[in-house]
């Protein structure tokens, strides 16, 4: 198989069910749900953030998780109303702030995946999410290899 059309199979546990896809978002940092987004643009406003000024919209968000407060759900709905919230969520860490924010959001959402995503995932690869089954499809983009 060529470079170019590698997959990598990743299975999990579902924590909002669903099936969708496409480009990956990926952070090594979490993000904070108040005051940490614009949720009119799905753009990461944390000054000390790896991502700042990027936004997630219309993309697949893979992070660790969620920090600060439960701003996560309001502003997390913002963004959902707005149109600027990500297809599906993929994430280390579930706490209550970031179950509670998946739940608004009304996207597939998995955690518990047996690779790490952040490891595994590269920004720009094509992601299918099927919270469905438990199963993360991942294409790669480019010339990048399957590790």
Excluded: Y
């Amino acid at each position: 198989m060529s470079a170019q059309t590698a997959e990598l199979v990743l299975h999990g546990r579902p924590v909002v069910e669903g099936v969708a896809e496409g480009e990956a978002f990926v952070t090594t940092q979490t993000i904070s749900g108040f005051g940490g987004i614009d949720p009119m643009t799905g753009t990461i406003t944390e000054r000390r953030h790896e991502k700042v000024g990027q936004s997630f919209a219309g993309k697949v968000l893979v992070f660790p998780g969620a920090k600060g407060s439960s701003g996560w759900a309001s502003n997390f709905q913002a963004a959902r109303l707005a149109g600027a919230a990500p297809v599906a969520m993929l994430f280390n860490e579930l706490t209550t702030k970031i179950a509670l924010g998946a739940v608004v959001l009304r996207v597939p959402s998995m955690t518990d995946l047996d690779q790490d995503p952040i490891a595994v995932i590269q920004d720009g690869d094509w992601v299918r999410v099927d919270a469905e089954r438990g199963v993360v499809t991942v294409t790669r983009r480019g010339n990048a290899e399957v590790s």
